[in-house]
């Protein structure tokens, strides 16, 4: 009997050292964003499931000439989740929307993006993530995605202290690039548009760190849908142009002005009888609440209510205009989904260079006031052409398999291995550095 227990438990240790064994041999990508606003949570999860589409493909189309691991394990992770101080993703936006805003737009549209530059260091992990570098330490990525800068230089900085030998992919989820995401130590840079790529090279990003692959969105806005078929399932009007506020998102915080000038608008939309209003409360029960009784006091008719949608794609397809703030990721999946767009509100930052790009290509008109809002709306609704027209001048913005060609661009620098003179580079504490005259000024 006593052999018997001594033999059980040489069985169970040797299968928990060949299950640790395994898992330390499975190769592993990182997908990290932050939770500063829902854009690069939104990115992260549409990268990540592009890798799992391309891990169980068997077309040679889709897989162009890849040999990818059967047994990747994809990881999406926070990057906030691992600092010294845990920042609430929705209280971090009131940078962008609160008293700072001024001071922030500022500072994002000077810092690092002349001719003294930021190549990245390990500052970011020695002082608030040293966490994120013990579980790379462990993990051993064989490669790490960022949708976010802090989550970028995190991943720099591990690899300088880990010694590790892993590429490090940079994905802005905007139309604009702010200085501090780690120019010289990236890998690659998955860009939106040749704009962008004329912003990096003077910062003397090598050509051959710059891919132009657009924004990354879901594989949903790669479909095609039936506009009838999707109206009739969510019981809208065939026969009105419906109109798309997208008031939310998974995080409440970065909409409180748009709502307001919403909220003043809203009384006024039975004067647009040949449209009706789909409001997107997102993730936010109370505020759906609010707009329900809004309508309710208006009579309002031509309206519907929705809190958090998981068929956005689908839905914007079978719309006809989107009312929005400036954000990355919701400006991308509206020209992904051919959907005209109306910005709304003030914008600073990140968020004012996504406006000043859209409307220059004509993809999108914008308004500051909930009066300038109701006269662009009554205007597109007695001229259909503009739409027309917003939508062949967004063509040359749509990117809807971004998400795939970042994953491929992952698993290429993978299979090559030896991924060049960057890795030579001594480790660094801070590195600042001297570019060229920009290409363009924000």
């Known amino acids: ?132 570098t013990e579980m790379v330490k462990r993990v051993k990525p064989v490669a790490i995605v960022c949708t976010h800068i802090t989550a970028a230089n995190c991943a720099i900085s591990a690899r300088m202290l880990s010694g590790q030998n892993y590429p490090v992919l940079c994905v802005p989820t905007d139309y604009a690039i702010e200085g501090l995401w780690p120019h010289r130590t990236g890998n690659l840079f998955c860009v939106a548009n040749e704009t962008m790529a004329e912003t990096l090279r003077p910062r003397k990003v090598p050509n051959e760190n710059i891919q132009i692959t657009g924004i990354p969105t879901r594989d949903d806005f790669r479909k095609e849908y039936d506009s009838k078929k999707v109206r009739s399932e969510l019981g809208l009007p065939p026969d009105k142009l419906v109109v798309l506020v997208l008031a939310g998102a998974y995080l409440p915080q970065p909409y409180l002005h748009f709502r307001e000038a919403i909220d003043k608008m809203l009384p006024y939309i039975n004067s647009c009888s040949n449209m009706h209003f789909v409001f997107i409360a997102g993730n936010d029960i109370e505020y759906s609440n609010h707009l329900e009784k809004l309508c309710e006091e208006h009579d309002i008719s031509n309206a519907t209510i929705v809190d958090y949608v998981n068929e956005m794609a689908a839905l914007m397809a079978a719309s006809d205009l989107a009312i929005c703030k400036s954000g990355g990721l919701t400006v991308t999946e509206c020209l992904c989904a051919r959907l005209p767009i ?63 060609d970042i994953a491929r661009a992952t698993f290429r620098l993978i299979e090559e291995g030896n991924l060049g003179a960057i890795f030579k580079t001594r480790r660094r504490f801070v590195w600042f550095y001297w570019g060229k005259r920009p290409a363009h000024s924000r």
């Not at 890849?66 to 009131?94: C, Q």
């Open 1 to 132: 009997m006593q052999d018997y227990d001594s033999n059980m438990q040489k069985e169970v240790v040797t299968a928990q050292s060949n299950e640790r064994q395994q898992q330390e041999q499975q190769p592993t990508i990182l997908v990290v964003h932050a939770s500063a606003g829902s854009g690069h949570r939104s990115a992260a999860l549409s990268t990540a499931e592009a890798f799992e589409i391309l891990l169980h493909s068997t077309d040679p189309e889709m897989l162009q000439g890849l040999s990818i691991p059967e047994n990747t394990k994809i990881e999406i992770l926070d990057i906030f989740d691992f600092g010294r101080i845990m920042f609430d993703g929705n209280k971090v936006a009131n940078m962008f929307i609160g008293s700072s805003r001024f001071f922030y737009d500022y500072t994002w549209r000077y810092l690092f993006t002349g001719r003294i530059l930021w190549g990245g260091g390990t500052i970011w992990d020695r002082i608030m993530y040293p966490k994120f």
């Open 342 to 404: 109306i910005l709304l509100g003030r914008t600073y930052g990140q968020e004012k260079s996504n406006r000043v790009m859209l409307t220059a290509k004509g993809a999108a008109l914008h308004v500051t006031t909930p009066s300038e809002l109701l006269e662009t709306i009554q205007y597109v609704s007695r001229n259909p052409k503009q739409i027309e027209g917003m939508i062949i001048s967004g063509g040359i913005m749509r990117c809807p398999d971004a998400s795939l």
